[in-house]
């Protein structure tokens, strides 16, 4: 009964067009936002932001990106962690390059160049659908890590071929690279994370993410509308890569400070796959919700079985988090394929009645 | 000019007077492998009239709309639309200059809700670039609220404020026709194609979809091209009808004419071809 809906009028399009059309739901989540500004960094630990809260938001970020593609534009990609390492290696040219750059900027254009080469994977989209889209994409995995391996260039000739990432600070303080406190390089995190959750809530409630569910959800209708399928599978598959671009960047500037192609290997794209999947395909909250639970999941196993010091070895947890994972995959696969997203949202119409049955 | 309202009072509303045609076929053809689905077939559509396309199953009728909206190119013919003579018609081409239409195995987007599948067919009126669209401010947000003003009219009109927000793939059949058609009219076409748009319903239901076909067309002067299977229907609502049976035509007239028609008594009663 606290959480209401109906009794909620809204006077103007505008506001029934917002964001969060519930104010419960938009306090809410400014409550989020400001938590996470001021509280977390005040309660954490060093172990939580630099080990949890900083990889959780940039693999959100990513999650974010697959969301539009897959979940909103119904392209499946299993590239994801080689846009997120065309990000990370062209932020490193840059920075490197143009050292005069400040690194917001450095982050922004790694992910506009991870989006002019998720375009080019795009291409492909007009002709293939479903399964051998995945296939090419799957191509695309293997081949830009292979590139970045191989190619000296990438790296600017260094040695060990695992270059570190360049300290660069805003406002005078340091937010990348190992010598920045981790307090820094989260809040740098955290705002990447928000403006470009807004911009993804805003983009897939406009034109544009009209048009990319309704390629996904009858693409003949939608071509006979007016609708260009190319046009907007590529925008799709470009502001895709471009939020998986910047989550790489900053995974290699904000988290392991190295710039090195196996932080982005195929696993990478199946663990933000899963995240979209468990989170909730076509939910911008799916993919925060996912991020966290599939990132917290293998960490709370570990937490459970030293807590209460239960007798199983390392590897036989593995094995459980792997079969965790498994049947989770199935269940929201087959009962929910809306994730966690669907569940919170169920959650809220059964709260919006409480404490009534109906 | 009195005269001619004097004629649409009548109960019998055939001998409405139209305009000149806004869309020509000429010598359509279209064949699928060795099935060839209309053979031949040339007519016109007039500036505000509605026009049934009526025959057996499989006559080529749902082929022949796929080719005026440009889904099928036809192996030979022409079109003529907006001054222009064309092989065949592009999808865009017939979309952006006014061509709607919905199917015959309802075509939504399952997945958005009523609101969004109506704004939809707002997409090729819609220009803000994606900078905006990524701020959702100033004219981006003009510009929602200007196209979400049109589409609750359209909403208001066919009567489904109450599914607004509902996915439409939880609809029941009836109104997911009627979302179908709104889309259509979303998209404010001067030429409405509507394939078996009653197909399915129980008589309310095909009442009111009349009354809504009949009333686009006396309120916006929207020409109207419909399939539709109910003889009944039919006569009441067109001015004119084409018939087809096996891809060729055999009959283009009033009601009247193409009941008294003998090739259309004959191919309905499945008299034996050849
Ligand atoms: N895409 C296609 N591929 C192959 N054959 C097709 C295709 N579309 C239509 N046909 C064939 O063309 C013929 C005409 O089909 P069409 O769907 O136009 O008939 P219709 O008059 O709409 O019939 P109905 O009343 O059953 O809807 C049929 O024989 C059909 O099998
Ligand atoms: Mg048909």
Not at chain 2, 21 to 41: M, Q, R, S, W, Y
Request: charged share 15%; glycine share 10%.
């Amino acid at each position: 009964m606290f959480y209401r809906e109906a009794g909620i009028f809204k006077t103007s399009y505008a506001a029934d067009q917002a964001l969060f059309r519930i104010p419960l739901d938009r306090l809410f989540v400014i409550g989020v936002v400001v938590a996470a500004i001021v509280v977390v960094p005040l309660i954490s630990n060093e172990y939580w932001l630099g080990s949890i809260m900083i990889p959780v938001l940039i693999l959100s970020i990513a999650a974010l990106g697959l969301n539009i593609l897959t979940g909103y534009c119904g392209q499946v990609s299993l590239g994801t962690g080689a846009f997120m390492a065309a990000g990370a290696y062209m932020a490193y040219k840059i920075a490197t390059n143009f050292t005069w750059m400040p690194i917001p900027l450095v982050i922004v254009l790694g992910g506009l160049c991870a989006a002019s080469i998720g375009l080019a994977f795009g291409l492909p989209s007009l002709r293939i659908k479903g399964f051998y889209l995945a296939v090419t994409t799957l191509a695309a995995q293997f081949f830009l890590l292979w590139l970045f391996q191989k190619v000296p260039w990438f790296v600017n000739n260094s040695a060990s071929g695992v270059p570190t990432a360049p300290p660069r600070s805003v406002f005078g303080e340091l937010v990348t690279g190992a010598e920045a406190t981790p307090e820094a390089r989260y809040l740098f995190v955290l705002a990447f994370t928000v403006v470009l959750a807004v911009i993804a809530g805003n983009l897939v409630r406009g034109r544009i993410g009209r048009t990319w569910m309704a390629i996904r959800d009858m693409d003949i209708a939608a071509e006979l509308i007016g609708i260009r399928p190319l046009h907007t599978k590529l925008s799709a598959f470009a502001i895709s890569s471009f939020y998986c671009g910047v989550s790489g960047a900053l995974w290699s500037f904000c988290y392991i400070n190295t710039v090195e192609s196996s932080a982005f290997d195929i696993f990478r794209s199946f663990m933000i796959l899963f995240m979209v999947i468990v989170g909730g395909l076509g939910s911008v909250l799916g993919s925060f919700l996912g991020a966290f639970f599939i990132f917290l999941l293998p960490i709370a196993l570990n937490n459970v079985v030293t807590t209460f010091g239960l007798p199983i070895a390392t590897e036989t947890i593995s094995h459980i988090e792997f079969m965790a994972f498994g049947g989770l995959i199935v269940f929201f696969l087959i009962v929910e394929p809306h994730g966690l997203a669907r569940l919170w949202q169920i959650a809220k119409e059964k709260l919006r009645l409480w404490p009534f049955p109906y | 000019m009195a005269e001619a309202e004097n004629v649409r009072a009548e109960p019998s509303a055939q001998t409405r007077v139209f305009g000149e045609p806004v869309l020509t076929l000429e010598n359509i053809e279209l064949g699928f492998g060795g099935v060839k689905a209309i053979d031949n077939v040339s007519f016109e559509v007039r500036k505000g009239e509605v026009l049934a396309i009526i025959g057996p199953n499989g006559a080529g009728k749902s082929s022949m709309l796929n080719c005026i909206n440009g889904f099928y190119k036809p192996q030979s013919g022409s079109i003529t639309f907006k001054g222009r003579k064309l092989p065949g018609m592009d999808p865009h081409f017939a979309a952006a200059n006014g061509v709607a239409r919905t199917f015959q195995n309802i075509a939504l987007f399952r997945g958005m809700s009523t609101l969004d599948n109506l704004m939809t067919g707002r997409v090729l009126k819609m220009n803000r670039n994606f900078l905006w669209q990524a701020l959702y401010w100033g004219p981006a947000q003009r510009e929602e609220i200007e196209h979400r003003a049109y589409v609750e009219k359209v909403i208001d009109f066919l009567e489904i404020q109450a599914i607004r927000r509902t996915p439409v793939g939880r609809l029941p059949y009836g109104l997911q026709k009627r979302v179908e058609l709104g889309r259509a009219l979303a998209m404010e076409p001067e030429i409405l194609l509507l394939d078996e748009p009653m197909a399915g319903m129980n008589v309310e239901e095909k009442q009111d979809m009349s009354r809504f076909v009949l009333e686009v067309n006396e309120e916006f002067g929207t020409t109207i091209v419909l399939i539709e299977h109910d003889m009944g229907v039919v006569m009441d609502i067109s001015d004119r009808v084409v018939v087809l049976d096996y891809g060729r035509k055999i009959a283009d007239g009033t009601p009247d004419e193409v009941r008294a028609n003998q090739h259309v008594i004959d191919a309905y009663l499945g008299v034996a071809h050849d």
